[in-house]
């Protein structure tokens, strides 16, 4: 069992950076493919960011790209997501998720973490 753990939310004026880290206890995510996921009020959760397991390969919604990178380190068991230039519409929950079923970019993981907090105010 994989339980992901997010860190690093707050809130932050227009413009700013954050920077998520996302920690996993039970066992390690080195061989897992991660994502990113926000979830605004009132909205669906939407796709963030994704990246395979070598870290060879990364993911980007449009909404995002440029502005948001996702990395990993392995040896520190840590999945990134570093978030610049943001946007009062970035304000949402922010959910870490491993080990997609199907789709990399799709919402159905095997393990979701409680989310955290981002707020970008204008």
């Known amino acids: 069992q994989v339980q992901p753990v997010e860190s690093g939310g707050g809130l932050v004026q227009a413009g700013g950076s954050l920077s998520l880290s996302c920690v996993a206890s039970g066992r390690t995510l080195n061989t897992y493919n991660m994502g990113w996921f926000r979830q605004a009020p009132g909205k669906e959760r939407e796709f963030v960011a994704a990246?395979?397991?070598?870290?060879?390969?990364?993911y980007y919604a449009d909404s995002v790209k440029g502005r948001f990178t996702i990395s990993r380190d392995n040896a520190k068991n840590t999945v990134y997501l570093q978030m610049n230039s943001l946007k009062p519409d970035d304000t949402a929950i922010y959910y870490c998720?491993?080990?997609?079923?199907?789709?990399?970019?799709?919402?159905?993981?095997?393990?979701w973490g409680q989310g955290t907090q981002v707020t970008v105010s204008s």
């Open positions: 998720a491993a080990h997609p079923i199907g789709s990399i970019t799709g919402l159905n993981y095997h393990y």
């Open positions: 990246i395979r397991w070598s870290s060879s390969l990364t």
